[in-house]
Nanobody
Framework: QVQLVESGGGLVQPGGSLRLSCAASGGMFSTYTMGWYRQAPGKQRELVAR????????IYVDSVKGRFTISRDNAKNTLYLQMSSLKPEDTAVYYC?????????WGQGTQVTVSS
């Protein structure tokens, strides 16, 4: 069974930066389009960035475009999300998973809080 372990979250001031990591144990990580999702309190989980298996194409939701960068290292089975110019509305628990739902179980996520 694949396990997804997210890390790198924390408390940051508006305008700050964070780099999230997601380590996948087992599974065929390099064959899947992967995504970063987030869930804010009282809201549904949303997909904010996705990247193709080879890393050649990345797509972002408009609210993070130009501020977030998704990348992956298939040799390390690891997905990254570089976040900059963070805003209070970016506060959420961030998760990684395949874009096609239901393949792998969700990890515990990593909390990102943007506040002064």
């Amino acid at each position: 069974q694949v396990q997804l372990v997210e890390s790198g979250g924390g408390l940051v001031q508006p305008g700050g930066s964070l780099r999230l990591s997601c380590a996948a144990s087992g599974g065929m990580f390099s064959t899947y389009t992967m995504g970063w999702y987030r869930q804010a309190p009282g809201k549904q989980r949303e997909l904010v960035a996705r990247i193709t298996p080879g890393g050649g194409t990345a797509i972002y939701v408009d609210s993070v475009k130009g501020r977030f960068t998704i990348s992956r290292d298939n040799a390390k089975n690891t997905l990254y999300l570089q976040m900059s110019s963070l805003k209070p509305e970016d506060t959420a628990v961030y998760y990684c998973n395949t874009v096609v739902q239901g393949i792998w179980p969700w990890g515990q996520g990593t909390q990102v809080t943007v506040s002064s």
